[in-house]
Antibody, heavy 118, light 108 residues
Framework: EVQLVQSGAEVKKPGATVKISCKVS????????MNWVQQAPGKGLEWMGL????????IYAEKFQGRVTITADTSRDTAYMELSSLRSEDTALYYC???????????WGQGTLVTVSS | SYELTQPPSVSVSPGQTARITCSGD??????AYWYQQKSGQAPVLVIYEDNKRPSGIPERFSGSSSGTMATLTISGAQVEDEAAYYCYSPDSSGNHWVFGGGTKLTVL
């Protein structure tokens, strides 16, 4: 059974950096790219970027380029998403979601709520 | 940057057919994928590669794509199909993925 367990909720001040983890089990970590998706309260889904766990190569959405860093630790079967220079608009639920045999995510983490507030 | 455009809302009565559209310039070249998201839950993949259903998705869900528009069709919509639906597809490079803005489906 595929499981994706994300780290817990975070409260950060504007300008700070947050790093969220996503521990996977139930499949071979390096087999599928890992995506990160942002969802602000009451808003839609926004693709942030992905990492190829096998070689660490990343692709980022233009909106987050320069502020987001996505990494993968194959020794821990864990992916990470770090977002810097936080602002109030970054208050959101963040999901990790690996691609699947369908080419896109089928399984999703439980989401990590990040609140940015002074 | 690339955008996928969806109507904000669609409303149908139970048993009617609901159609949700998604337009994007790269859709003639790239597949469309569709997610259902119910309130407080993670998204669920309901259609992949324009018109295929993952295992476990009811047959009333179908997809099609023509030119720059993809369509999700729910034939005989049920109350439990009330949710937000998102199309998902990459830009013409195939590398940068985008979600549509989402469509709130109301069935009542």
């Amino acid at each position: 059974e595929v499981q994706l367990v994300q780290s817990g909720a975070e409260v950060k001040k504007p300008g700070a950096t947050v790093k969220i983890s996503c521990k996977v089990s139930g499949y071979t970590f390096i087999d599928y790219y890992m995506n990160w998706v942002q969802q602000a309260p009451g808003k839609g889904l926004e693709w942030m970027g992905l990492v190829d766990p096998e070689n660490g190569e990343t692709i980022y959405a233009e909106k987050f380029q320069g502020r987001v860093t996505i990494t993968a630790d194959t020794s821990r079967d864990t992916a990470y998403m770090e977002l810097s220079s936080l602002r109030s608009e970054d208050t959101a639920l963040y999901y990790c979601a690996p691609n699947s045999r369908y080419r896109v995510p089928k399984y999703w983490g439980q989401g990590t709520l990040v609140t940015v507030s002074s | 940057s690339y955008e996928l455009t969806q109507p904000p809302s669609v409303s149908v009565s139970p048993g009617q057919t609901a159609r949700i559209t998604c337009s994007g310039d790269a859709l003639p070249k790239e597949y469309a994928y569709w997610y259902q998201q119910k309130s407080g839950q993670a998204p669920v993949l309901v259609i992949y590669e324009d018109n295929k259903r993952p295992s476990g998705i009811p047959e009333r869900f179908s997809g099609s794509s023509s030119g720059t528009m993809a369509t999700l069709t729910i034939s005989g919509a049920q109350v439990e199909d009330e949710a937000a639906y998102y199309c998902y597809s990459p830009d013409s490079s195939g590398n940068h993925w985008v979600f549509g803005g989402g469509t709130k489906l109301t069935v009542l």
